[in-house]
T-cell receptor, first 113, second 110 residues
Framework: NAGVTQTPKFQVLKTGQSMTLQCAQDMNHNSMYWYRQDPGMGLRLIYY???????DKGEVPNGYNVSRLNKREFSLRLESAAPSQTSVYFC????????????FGDGTRLSIL | QKEVEQNSGPLSVPEGAIASLNCTYS??????FFWYRQYSGKSPELIMS????GDKEDGRFTAQLNKASQYVSLLIRDSQPSDSATYLC??????????FGGGTRLMVKP
């Protein structure tokens, strides 16, 4: 049972390049999330999907887009990467938002030069 | 005022001692509370969930919840060097969003 799987684990981009971070969960969870974690800033919610077919903005959505491809998969896209988007990105999922804990993937370490 | 507050630490305790980690939250209607452990360079790992006032014990870990005081704590008994990590408190708010505190860095010295 893999839980929450994120790909890639590491990536270096040049300013202006685009890329998509992939996330898949095999726990039959309804809700999925994308966070970024920066030193001294804690975990900040970028976007979330409370259930298949819905997506909503979190605290820091600017510069990002998301797609809930199906119940298992939730991707995060950077259309034109900027150095300020250098961070560690975590995907998480939970069975039901509002009550159950979230389970995290291993993270993607992204550097924008 | 932040929704979930934790002392950033570091909290330094000797091996074998009790480590006490504290968290306060601002939303009175919060009902679900979690403690995560995060080792450096790793992802947050759930270690405790608590939903009712009082204590909940799991091995060396005890979570304590006081909804009237809007306070949740984590006690780690017989602290080990392997417990050295950042501990994140997380609380669901009225909007059903999980809000994280900034974390407390714990250092257990041999």
């Amino acid at each position: 049972n893999a839980g929450v799987t994120q790909t890639p684990k590491f990536q270096v981009l040049k300013t202006g390049q685009s890329m998509t971070l992939q996330c898949a969960q095999d726990m039959n969870h309804n809700s999925m999330y994308w966070y970024r974690q920066d030193p001294g800033m804690g975990l900040r919610l970028i976007y979330y999907s409370a259930s298949e077919g819905t997506t909503d903005k979190g605290e820091v959505p600017n510069g990002y887009n998301v797609s809930r491809l199906n119940k298992r998969e939730f991707s995060l896209r950077l259309e034109s990467a900027a150095p300020s988007q250098t961070s560690v990105y975590f995907c998480a999922s939970t069975s039901w938002q509002g009550n159950q804990p979230q389970h995290f993937g291993d993270g993607t370490r992204l550097s924008i030069l | 005022q932040k929704e979930v507050e934790q002392n950033s630490g570091p909290l330094s305790v000797p091996e074998g001692a009790i480590a006490s980690l504290n968290c306060t939250y601002s939303d009175r209607v919060s009902q679900s509370f979690f403690w995560y452990r995060q080792y450096s360079g790793k992802s947050p790992e759930l270690i405790m969930s608590i939903y009712s006032n009082g204590d909940k014990e799991d091995g060396r870990f005890t979570a304590q919840l006081n909804k009237a005081s809007q306070y949740v704590s984590l006690l780690i008994r017989d602290s080990q060097p392997s417990d050295s990590a950042t501990y994140l408190c997380a609380v669901y708010n009225a909007g059903n969003m999980l809000t994280f505190g900034g974390g407390t860095r714990l250092m257990v010295k041999p």
